[in-house]
């Protein structure tokens, strides 16, 4: 049996070219959900806004930590993180580490709602971060010189659950304010990358983008074809991803025995 991975979909090879042109009998998608999300307001094209997955890797991966490096980051004063999950509250605190007066969390709906885990709340409100709650940015706002200076939102009540069972949070109009700031990052949530999807014909996906699978064996809507991971249950966890290997390796071997 040959195993063949790290194949780039897209720029160097597609599925059907690895089925049909390379003569295997079946493929494993695991691209994760690294696409970010943006609002789609005004400014979001400014210098200084990030997306978290930017932000973070930056820091981190890139170590613009260390003075020693090059990394290109922005020596931020003050910084507004849109969204309420753990990588927003990563993203917080990263950027209180890195130097900035002022961090808030910008969140539409109130604390209760909140998707991080319970101590990375406590853990980014002991480090100062600042919590405007039951708040939505409307637009970011231009120093004149295409720069961020300022983001602006929309207070926000608490209306009936929606389809996630929180409360949908509604706006209270009229009641718009500034946030001074030379920084934003969005961290509202990644997805699929669509290129696999899009070149890739007989692959089913949900509303968000991600595949949609055989929850007994992550078999994709096309046969030979399995996935499992961020690219199925959208962001979510290691343990997560690498059961849904696990069950897909499984479901392959059984696939190929009978094939």
Excluded: W
Excluded at 46 to 73: C, F, H, Q, W
Excluded at 228 to 249: E, H, P, Y
Aim: with cysteine; hydrophobic share 40%; aromatic share 6%.
């Amino acid at each position: 049996v040959e195993v063949m991975t790290n194949m780039v979909i897209g720029k160097v090879l597609s599925i059907d070219e690895i089925i049909d042109d390379m003569g295997f009998d079946a493929v494993f998608i695991g691209t994760g959900a690294g696409l970010p999300s943006f609002m789609g307001i005004p400014g979001e094209a400014l210098v200084g806004v990030y997306s978290a997955n930017e932000y973070l890797t930056r820091i981190n991966l890139m170590k613009a930590y260390i003075s020693d490096y090059d990394t290109p980051i922005r020596k931020s004063k003050a910084v507004a993180v849109v969204g309420g999950g753990n990588v927003a509250m990563d993203a917080a605190r990263c950027a209180k580490r890195m130097g900035a007066e002022k961090v808030y969390i910008v969140y539409r709906r109130s604390e209760k709602e909140m998707p991080a885990r319970l101590e990375e709340i406590h853990h980014a409100k002991e480090e100062g971060i600042e919590f405007h709650l039951l708040r939505n940015p409307v637009k970011i706002l231009d120093d004149g010189n295409g720069q961020v200076c300022g983001i602006e939102c929309l207070k926000m009540e608490l209306g009936e659950p929606d389809a996630s069972g929180r409360r949908r949070p509604v706006p209270v109009e009229g009641s718009n304010y500034v946030i001074d700031v030379d920084t934003v990052v969005m961290s509202i949530g990644t997805s699929p990358n669509p290129l696999i999807r899009s070149t890739t014909k007989g692959l089913e996906t949900n509303r968000k983008g991600c595949l949609v699978v055989n929850e007994e064996t992550n078999q994709t809507t096309r046969e030979g074809v399995y996935a499992g991971g961020d690219a199925v249950t959208g962001a979510a966890t290691v343990i997560l991803a690498m059961g849904a290997g696990k069950k897909a390796a499984a479901a392959i071997d059984e696939y190929l025995k009978n094939k």
